[in-house]
């Protein structure tokens, strides 16, 4: 059974500092997501990560996979207060199959960004 | 273009009741997968549908169940609802150009009382 682990679980920052989310996945995969949920609202997808060693950067994130060590990080850069959200990564089954819609995801990222 | 549709966007129901929520995916998407939020579960898969049959099922009691219409349009049916299936319900659809992407609806929340 395919098992994600995010961490940390919370994470308070300040303005202007740097930090990463790690996800950790248990079994083979090549489809890795990073979502940005904010409170009451739905998903927000921001990265599809699709082969090893990808990286992709939108504004202040960058995220990247290894499919190696099963493991992406999602690295925040000079944090601002609009990046509060929580933050979650989810892993598809292997694209030689057709469940693409099945997603395992981690528990979530608590981000608050103090001024 | 329209994005996912869920409705309704929120419910109330008493123990022992049944609801059902629909989805309308986005156009020219076959594919439709419904999860379920909790504070203490998290996220969870639910099911997946594409062109009117179920390709796979989480790990979720009978009581919860679901279809996919021929216009993609999918209902999910909670039977019996316990307190415990009290929940943000939410659907994706992908379509067939780029099936990697997942684009969820505002999705539904349903209190059971």
């Known amino acids: 059974e395919l098992k994600v682990e995010q961490n940390p679980l919370f994470l308070s920052m300040q303005e202007g500092k740097n930090y990463t989310i790690y996800c950790n996945y248990s079994t083979t995969s090549d489809r890795l997501y990073w979502y940005r949920q904010d409170p009451g609202k739905s998903l927000e997808s921001l990265f599809v990560l699709l082969s090893n060693g990808a990286v992709k950067q939108e504004g202040r994130l960058m995220a990247s996979l290894d499919t190696k060590a099963r493991l992406s990080t999602l690295h925040i850069t000079a944090a601002v207060h609009d990046l509060s959200a929580t933050y979650f990564c989810?892993?598809?089954?292997?694209?030689?199959?057709?469940?693409?819609?099945?997603?395992?995801f981690g528990q979530g990222t608590i981000l608050t960004v103090h001024p | 273009k329209a994005g996912v549709t869920q409705t309704p966007r929120y419910l109330i129901k008493t123990r022992g009741q049944q609801v059902t929520l629909s989805c309308s995916p986005i156009?020219?998407?076959?594919?439709v997968s419904w999860y379920q939020q909790t504070p203490g579960q998290g996220l969870q898969f639910l099911f997946e549908?594409?062109?009117?049959?179920?390709?796979n099922k989480g790990n979720f009691p009978g009581r919860f169940s679901g279809r996919q219409f021929s216009n993609s349009r999918s209902e999910m049916n909670v039977s019996t609802l316990e307190l415990g299936d009290s929940a943000l319900y939410l659907c994706?659809?992908?379509?067939?150009?780029?099936?990697?992407?997942?684009?969820f609806g505002a999705g539904t929340r349903l209190s059971v009382l």
């Open positions: 549908y594409f062109s009117e049959t179920q390709r």
């Open positions: 156009s020219g998407h076959r594919s």
């Open positions: 989810a892993v598809g089954a292997n694209a030689g199959g057709t469940s693409y819609g099945k997603l395992t």
């Open positions: 994706a659809s992908s379509g067939n150009q780029n099936r990697n992407i997942q684009y």
